[in-house]
């Protein structure tokens, strides 16, 4: 298992009730942090999940760690009958219910207060569930991915996308200096919460990715796992099946 990185140091809290916190937190500006940090990537990135989910035409998803629900409206180009978005922090719903309203696609995207590790939802329920950037943020990543494996339907799919680390020359040693300097500098520049944008990148920097990962998701149930790595290795994309 991993090693524990907690978004801040002199507190009692749970590290969901501090991922909460600090989500709560950055929310008025991490869509633009997020698209600057990243270059606008991240967007590609999540199209192809959604060009990989297309073939199997998933009726019922959930997308979890929805955070603004970035990932919830680009899936409602799969036609879909519904869509949830599910994340730990109310304001970065209270975001992505703006948004999703802004772009008419409330009737078809709900967006849910709830934790990953609790899902309110019953068995074999989901046809797919998305993950962004949000696995590294679970406090049990065991459990976490056991109540995916729960409320997905068999045979359905489970899709993640999360950030890893480049392997290779020169992009190993590039992506290094820029997520130990440029992040938290931009982050503290232009965040409410200076220690948020140091956070993202030291959990990324201990979170098993590749092989490792696609172990872990073998470990809870998951059958045809796979990695796709993006952009030189700077996230990978995981499919798995139930």
């Known amino acids: 298992?991993?090693?524990?990185?907690?978004?801040?140091?002199?507190?009692?809290?749970?590290?969901?009730?501090?991922?909460?916190?600090?989500?709560?937190?950055?929310?008025?500006?991490?869509?633009?942090?997020?698209?600057?940090?990243?270059?606008?990537?991240?967007?590609?990135?999540?199209?192809?999940?959604?060009?990989?989910?297309?073939?199997?035409?998933?009726?019922?998803?959930?997308?979890?760690?929805?955070?603004?629900?970035?990932?919830?409206?680009?899936?409602?180009?799969?036609?879909?009958?519904?869509?949830?978005?599910?994340?730990?922090?109310?304001?970065?719903?209270?975001?992505?219910?703006?948004?999703?309203?802004?772009?008419?696609?409330?009737?078809?995207?709900?967006?849910?207060?709830?934790?990953?590790?609790?899902?309110?939802?019953?068995?074999?329920?989901?046809?797919?569930?998305?993950?962004?950037?949000g696995v590294r943020n679970f406090e049990d990543l065991d459990k976490g991915l056991q109540e995916i494996y729960r409320v997905l339907k068999p045979e359905g799919t489970f899709a993640v996308l999360e950030t890893s680390q480049p392997t290779k020359f020169p992009m190993k040693q590039l992506f290094r200096f820029y997520s130990n300097y440029i992040i938290p500098t931009i982050g503290t520049l232009f965040s409410k919460d200076k220690r948020a944008y140091t956070y993202l990148p030291e959990s990324a920097k201990v979170f098993p990715y590749g092989k490792a990962f696609n172990n872990i998701l073998i470990k809870n149930g998951f059958i045809e796992v796979k990695d796709i790595p993006v952009t030189f290795g700077a996230s990978t994309i995981y499919i798995a099946k139930k």
């Open 1 to 133: 298992m991993s090693e524990k990185v907690t978004p801040y140091k002199d507190t009692t809290k749970s590290k969901k009730e501090q991922v909460t916190e600090m989500f709560d937190n950055v929310s008025s500006n991490y869509d633009f942090l997020n698209r600057v940090l990243t270059f606008g990537i991240d967007t590609s990135w999540r199209k192809k999940v959604v060009k990989i989910l297309a073939k199997d035409k998933p009726q019922l998803l959930l997308d979890i760690a929805t955070g603004t629900g970035d990932f919830a409206i680009l899936l409602s180009k799969l036609n879909p009958e519904k869509i949830v978005g599910l994340d730990i922090s109310q304001g970065m719903l209270d975001v992505g219910i703006k948004k999703v309203k802004a772009k008419k696609l409330d009737h078809l995207i709900e967006m849910v207060l709830g934790d990953s590790e609790q899902l309110p939802f019953g068995d074999n329920h989901f046809d797919a569930i998305t993950v962004g950037f």
